[in-house]
C-alpha cells in the first residue's frame, strides 16, 4: 500500500493535469512557488470530482463521508468539527 506520501504525490499529479486541461491554475496568496497547492484548486477539483459521483448515481456527501472516513483510518488524525 502506498505511503501517505506517496498517495499525496499522486493526488499532487492528479491536481496538476486538472489545472492543465482547465487552463487555469489560481494560486492562492500563501503558494507563490511552482509546486505550491492552492486550496482553490484542491477544492475545483474535489467539486468536479463530486459532481461526477452525482452523475454517476452516488451520494456526494455519501462520497464525502466515507472518505473523511478513510482519512481517519489511515491518519489517525480527525479534521474539521
Request: proline residues 4%; contains cysteine; aromatic residues 8%.
Amino acid at each position: 500500500m502506498p505511503t501517505e506520501d506517496h498517495r499525496a504525490h499522486f493526488a499532487q499529479l492528479a491536481l496538476d493535469t486538472y489545472a492543465r486541461v482547465q487552463g487555469t491554475c489560481r494560486r492562492s496568496k500563501r503558494s507563490t512557488n511552482e509546486g505550491d497547492v492552492a486550496e482553490s484548486d484542491i477544492v475545483d477539483l474535489m467539486t468536479d470530482l463530486l459532481l461526477l459521483a452525482r452523475f454517476s448515481g452516488y451520494d456526494p456527501q455519501s462520497v464525502v463521508s466515507k472518505a473523511e472516513r478513510h482519512l481517519y483510518a489511515e491518519t489517525g488524525h480527525h479534521y474539521g468539527p
